[in-house]
């Protein structure tokens, strides 16, 4: 079964300091990765996925994440932090294989982010 | 183009009652998820509806059923409510057979359920 953990349930950053939301997945198979984004009182908005080809993913709002098999890490990462992006930030892997779905994602735990001015 | 649609914004039931949440996927979309987000508990997959047909299902008790209509909204139900059932039940959709888990799901606002 696939298994998704975000370590840290609560990062703080300065506003222009680097984000890094850090999360490790458990697939029995190629995994499908996701990031979603969630805003107070709001659902889930995708900010990037991947899937096969390209390691590093580019998603919206200048976030961008790095899969990396060997460490089996999906992590979140934007350059600079605006006081836009304090949300939750979850990750899921899917039970996706070889291109069959079954429909379901798993979700990590959330990891909420602070901006400070 | 519209979202995800979802109807009520909040709900609030007595402990036994029934809960009936309703959700209309974006224009063309024919699968249909559900979702719940309960404190302490993160985001469980609860069902998945395409073309009328209950796909695939998590976790939870048989009082928890659904349906997807022709047109392709779909309705949760909740049987005998308890307490521990309050939270954000999501539904998102995708365009076509379960592509939402391969190419990420379009997620709605929610239905805050809570019960007394």
């Known amino acids: 079964a696939q298994s998704v953990t975000q370590l840290g349930s609560h990062v703080s950053v300065s506003e222009g300091a680097l984000v890094l939301l850090r999360c490790n997945y458990s697939?029995?198979?190629?995994?499908?990765l996701f990031w979603y984004v969630q805003y107070p009182n709001q659902g889930l908005q995708l900010l990037l996925k991947?899937?096969?080809?390209?390691?590093l993913v580019k998603g919206i709002n200048g976030f961008e994440a790095e899969f990396k098999k060997s460490e089996t890490s999906f992590h979140l990462t934007k350059p600079s932090a605006h006081m836009s992006d304090a949300a939750e930030y979850f990750c899921?892997?899917?039970?996706?294989?070889?291109?069959?779905?079954?429909?379901?994602?798993?979700f990590g735990q959330g990891t909420i982010l602070t901006v400070h001015p | 183009e519209a979202g995800v649609t979802q109807s009520p914004t909040h709900l609030i039931k007595t402990r036994g009652q029934q809960a009936t949440l309703r959700c209309s996927p974006i224009?063309?979309?024919?699968?249909v998820y559900w979702y719940q987000q309960a404190l302490g508990l993160g985001l469980q997959f609860l069902l998945w509806?395409?073309?009328?047909?209950?796909?695939n299902r998590g976790n939870f008790p048989p009082r928890f059923s659904g349906r997807q209509f022709p047109n392709y909204s779909s309705e949760l139900n909740v049987n005998a409510l308890e307490l521990e059932d309050s939270a954000l039940y999501l539904c998102?959709?995708?365009?076509?057979?379960?592509?939402?888990?391969?190419?990420?799901?379009?997620f709605g606002s929610g239905t805050r359920l809570t019960v007394v």
């Open positions: 509806y395409d073309e009328g047909e209950e796909r």
């Open positions: 899921a892997v899917s039970d996706s294989a070889g291109g069959t779905s079954y429909g379901k994602l798993t």
């Open positions: 224009s063309g979309h024919t699968s």
């Open positions: 998102a959709s995708s365009p076509a057979t379960g592509t939402g888990a391969l190419y990420g799901y379009t």
């Open positions: 991947y899937t096969t080809g390209a390691t």
């Open positions: 697939s029995s198979v190629p995994p499908y």
